[in-house]
């Protein structure tokens, strides 16, 4: 009877032993599993801001180059219009005053 209760003792003994180290094991693989998890999405992250860095400078320079052709297209008119005034103001003057006289 002795011997039963030794081998009942024994059995009992490396069965909770077992369990303890599938315990252990699954907490190690957890641990595992979530820092290999914020790894990748730490990876993620910076290459996600990367992208919109880049795209995001990109966006600026097109703005700079189209704000440039736009305020370089403003000024070719502006330019324009003073030489078309230059030229026609007189008749335009002499055009209304005439316009005003014969009324």
Known sequence: MKDVLRLIV????????KVQKAVDEREALNESLTKIKDEIYSRYDEKAKSLIKEESEN?????????ASIDAETQRKKQELNGLFEKEHKSWEEHIVNAVISE
Not at 10 to 17: E, F, G, I, N, V
Not at 59 to 67: F, H, L, N, V
Request: glycine letters at 0%; charged letters at 60%.
């Open 10 to 17: 024994d059995t009992d003994k490396a069965a909770r032993l």
């Open 59 to 67: 966006a600026e320079a097109e703005i700079k180059k189209e704000k």
